[in-house]
């Protein structure tokens, strides 16, 4: 009798892991289904706008580098310089780098706008650990300008720049904050692909190493595109995961509610170089500003070095603030000038930053390929060819499989219960993601009306 049941209960095992396997292929499908065509435009632009330095410094080559000469001109004399060149727009940033080659960058906005914008995203400011108000896909004109000479070199807007464009087609596919939400809602559904993928690539039953860790290349079609689809993505599995985590302080829900988790644990990074809440002191009839020389003197005083941002003040009570910016984010700094008095009314400190503001900073740069160099860039780069290569291999695995003018999707399990395990996983991921909760809902509505009343085939 005790073998008997013994077997019963194995046999029931089974049964519950096959039907639990066959959930698992079934929502595997349907998320790569409905978003692998997003997964590769996002994952093809990110690619691209990797190479944004090396990209702008060939096709501007004219533009960004000079010849050396015996001395700089002031700040202010190229600022002068430049809004003669560019009298209907307000400069706003003035970029200034030690290298001998290069030229310096101005940047222009318009002085006024007609009507407030009503595409306004939280960004982190120029990736950094700071979390500001910004406002989308906004015209600039930058404007290069050979700091020996002050010769207008040229300029570019930021609309005619394809790395513009490759930036917004990746982060909200070109649709603005609306867009944003899409490019979430993709980033959390692919991490569900990776975890219902990791599942199916779990060996079961019999264990070897061909077809989990090697894969089978000389074997039938569907085995061959079924390992280079399966094995290449669980070596990858923690880049891609990393990759998508790290880039979801970006997006609109998940981002925002970061950040108001994080400035409710008070581990928000102290005021930096984009920061609206320091404000000069202005006094009415004492309004003579202070050089941008001095703001520049100050800094290098202090041992600013590098590529320096300086930032205009856009109003009477704005200030000056200045940037030393830099690949490593323990070499970042940045002070705030009262534009009147000179005064340092703040000065950020790597040591003083929150250790969850640091984690955000060091993994927006690690998503961007510019922490540890070139080796950095070349991760990333395969990172995201693999995840291509998995979307591509995923559909050509799917019209393998796919009978004439039917959908191919494999069966729902019938008389399964999922485990408890799955619900409370299922229930964690959807409050850890909660653009990818609201959808699930709709995701189940319609599994259950599909599966209602259509005959999908095995």
């Not at 950020?348 to 860039?377: C, D, M, Q």
């Not at 009978?403 to 219960?417: D, Q, V």
């Amino acid at each position: 009798m005790a073998t008997l049941k013994n077997k019963t209960e194995e046999i029931a095992k089974r049964a519950a892991s096959r039907k639990f396997y066959q959930l698992i292929i079934r929502w595997h499908f349907f998320c790569g289904l409905v978003f692998i065509p997003l997964i590769i435009v996002i994952s093809i632009s990110g690619c691209i706008y990797l190479f944004e330095d090396e990209y702008e410094e060939y096709v501007y080559d004219d533009l960004l580098f000079v010849t050396p000469e015996t001395a700089h001109l002031p700040a202010s004399a190229l600022l002068n310089k430049a809004k003669q060149a560019l009298p209907e727009l307000r400069a706003s940033n003035v970029k200034i780098l030690d290298d001998k080659t290069r030229s310096a960058e101005i940047t222009f906005r318009a002085h006024a706008m007609k009507h407030k914008p009503d595409q306004i995203s939280m960004e982190w400011a120029g990736n950094g650990p700071e979390k500001v108000p910004m406002v989308m896909n906004r015209e600039r004109t930058t404007l290069f300008i050979n700091p020996y000479t002050g010769e207008v070199l040229g300029t570019v807007k930021s609309g005619d720049r394809l790395m513009a464009f490759m930036k917004d087609l990746h982060g909200n596919l070109l649709t603005g904050k609306f867009g944003t939400k899409f490019v979430e809602l993709t980033s959390c559904w692919l991490v569900a692909l990776m975890v219902t993928g990791l599942i199916m690539w779990w060996p079961r039953g019999k264990v070897g190493i061909r077809g989990t860790l090697i894969p089978r290349l000389n074997s039938n079609k569907r085995l061959f595109w079924r390992d280079l689809h399966a094995v290449p993505a669980f070596y990858f599995s923690f880049f891609i995961i990393f990759l998508i985590i790290s880039g979801l302080p970006w997006t609109d829900v998940w981002g925002d509610a970061f950040h108001t988790v994080q400035r409710d644990l008070k581990m928000n990074a102290p005021a930096g170089f984009h920061s609206r809440m320091i404000k000069s002191d202005y006094i009415k009839g004492k309004e003579e500003k202070i050089s941008i020389d001095k703001v520049l003197s100050v800094a290098r005083e202090r041992g600013y070095q590098g590529e320096i941002k300086i930032k205009i003040p856009r109003n009477k009570a704005d200030t000056f603030a200045i940037l030393q910016d830099s690949d490593d984010p323990a070499q970042r700094a940045s002070m705030h000038f009262d534009q009147y008095t000179g005064q340092v009314l703040a000065a950020s400190k790597w040591e003083e930053v929150p250790l969850l503001a640091k984690a955000v900073t060091y993994g927006i740069k690690l998503h961007r390929g510019e922490y540890f160099g070139v080796w950095n860039l070349v991760l990333v780069l395969i990172t995201t060819l693999i995840l291509i290569f998995m979307a591509v291999s995923g559909v050509v695995l799917w019209l393998q499989r796919r009978p004439n003018n039917k959908l191919g999707a494999p069966k729902r399990p019938k008389s399964y219960e999922e485990p408890k395990w799955v619900i409370i996983t299922t229930i964690g991921m959807s409050l850890f993601m909660p653009l990818m909760g609201a959808s699930l809902v709709l995701f189940i509505l319609g599994d259950w009306i599909y599966s209602k009343t259509l005959k999908p085939s095995a």
